[in-house]
C-alpha cells in the first residue's frame, strides 16, 4: 500500500473552491430571498382585494386557443395594507385554460385565468375571481360627465354615472349609491373611485371578505357591480370563486362572441382552496 502523505492545494485550486463555495451559498441566498419575498407580496395583496384590470389583448371564442395569453393593465392604483400600491398601468397576465366550441344546442365556454401582476419589479402569482365584466364603450361612458361644463361648473365637477348605477360627483366628490341616492359609499379619486364592495340582492356577488373592509379600487364600477355590462349573449357561467378555484368560465350561446381591447374586468384576490 502506497502512503500518499497529506493533501496539498495549489492556491489557485484554493481560489477555485472558495468561488465556488461563494457561488452555491449567493444562489440559495437568492433562492431564499426570492420565497421570502414572494410570501411577503403574498401578505401585501389580501384576500378580496379588487384588481381593476382593462385588457390588452382581444379574445375570439371562436378562434382561441388552450394557452394562448391574455395580457391587462391595472387600470386605477390599488391600495395596499402596508400603505403601497400596485400602481396604475402595472401588467396583469392570465391566459387561456379550456375551450369548449358550440355544438348543436349548446353554446360555446372559454375557460380562463388570471394569475399574474406585477409588482415591485417582478411577477407575483395570483389566484382570482371575477366579479364583474364591462365592454369598452360601456367603459368609455362612465367617464363622460351628464351634462356639458359651463363658465361656472368646471368640467372636473360634473356628475358621472358608474356602471352599476351609482353617481359620482365630480374629482374628490362623493361617491353616492344607486340603490339609495341619498347614501355616501365612497369617493372619486383622480383615476377612479375608492369604495367599499356591497352585495346586491339577487346576485352572487359579495361584500368584504376575510375581514378585508378596506376602500377598494372599483374604478370606473359601482360598489355592487355585478356580471357582464354591455358585452351581448355573454354571461359568467363560473366565477372562480369555488372549485375550481381561480378559473374562470365564460359561455356564449351565439357565435363571434369576443372580448376586446379596452373591455374592463373587475378581479378579485380569492382564497388559494376555498371560497
Given at each position: 500500500m502506497v502512503d500518499c502523505g497529506p493533501i496539498r492545494l495549489t492556491s489557485g485550486a484554493v481560489i477555485f473552491a472558495?468561488?465556488?463555495?461563494?457561488?452555491?451559498?449567493a444562489i440559495q441566498a437568492a433562492q431564499t430571498s426570492s420565497k421570502?419575498?414572494?410570501?411577503?407580496?403574498?401578505?401585501?395583496?389580501?384576500?378580496?382585494t379588487i384588481l381593476p384590470v382593462v385588457l390588452r389583448t382581444s379574445?375570439?371564442?371562436?378562434?382561441?386557443?388552450?394557452?394562448?395569453?391574455?395580457?391587462?393593465?391595472?387600470?386605477?392604483?390599488?391600495?395596499?395594507?402596508?400603505?403601497?400600491?400596485?400602481?396604475?398601468g402595472s401588467n396583469v397576465e392570465g391566459h387561456v385554460v379550456e375551450v369548449s366550441p358550440a355544438t348543436a344546442g349548446t353554446g360555446s365556454k372559454v375557460s380562463v385565468q388570471f394569475d399574474k401582476v406585477y409588482v415591485a419589479r417582478q411577477w407575483i402569482q395570483i389566484v382570482t375571481n371575477l366579479r364583474a365584466m364591462a365592454e369598452f364603450m360601456t367603459v368609455l361612458e362612465a367617464g363622460v360627465p351628464e351634462e356639458?361644463?359651463?363658465?361656472?361648473?368646471?368640467?372636473?365637477?360634473?356628475?358621472?354615472t358608474q356602471i352599476g348605477g351609482d353617481s359620482v360627483y365630480g374629482l374628490r366628490g362623493p361617491v353616492m349609491s344607486a340603490e339609495?341616492?341619498?347614501?355616501?359609499?365612497?369617493?372619486?379619486?383622480s383615476d377612479g373611485v375608492?369604495?367599499?364592495?356591497?352585495?346586491?340582492?339577487?346576485?352572487?356577488?359579495?361584500?368584504?371578505?376575510?375581514?378585508?373592509?378596506?376602500?377598494?379600487a372599483l374604478w370606473v364600477f359601482s360598489t355592487d357591480a355585478c356580471g357582464v355590462y354591455g358585452i351581448e349573449h355573454l354571461n359568467i357561467a363560473h366565477a372562480g370563486r369555488t372549485a375550481p378555484v381561480g378559473t374562470i368560465v365564460l359561455a356564449s350561446e351565439r357565435p363571434g362572441v369576443k372580448l376586446r381591447n379596452g373591455d374592463g374586468?373587475?378581479?378579485?384576490?380569492?382564497?388559494?382552496?376555498?371560497?
Open positions: 472558495a468561488f465556488s463555495l461563494m457561488g452555491v451559498l421570502a419575498v414572494e410570501a411577503s407580496h403574498q401578505d401585501r395583496i389580501p384576500v378580496g379574445l375570439s371564442f371562436d378562434k382561441c386557443m388552450p394557452g394562448q395569453i391574455l395580457r391587462g393593465k391595472i387600470a386605477q392604483d390599488v391600495p395596499l395594507p402596508n400603505g403601497s400600491k400596485i400602481r396604475k356639458a361644463p359651463s363658465e361656472g361648473t368646471p368640467y372636473d365637477w360634473l356628475p358621472t339609495d341616492t341619498s347614501k355616501v359609499v365612497g369617493q372619486s379619486v375608492l369604495a367599499r364592495t356591497n352585495a346586491k340582492d339577487g346576485t352572487k356577488c359579495r361584500g368584504s371578505l376575510e375581514g378585508n373592509d378596506n376602500p377598494q374586468l373587475l378581479l378579485r384576490v380569492n382564497a388559494v382552496s376555498h371560497d
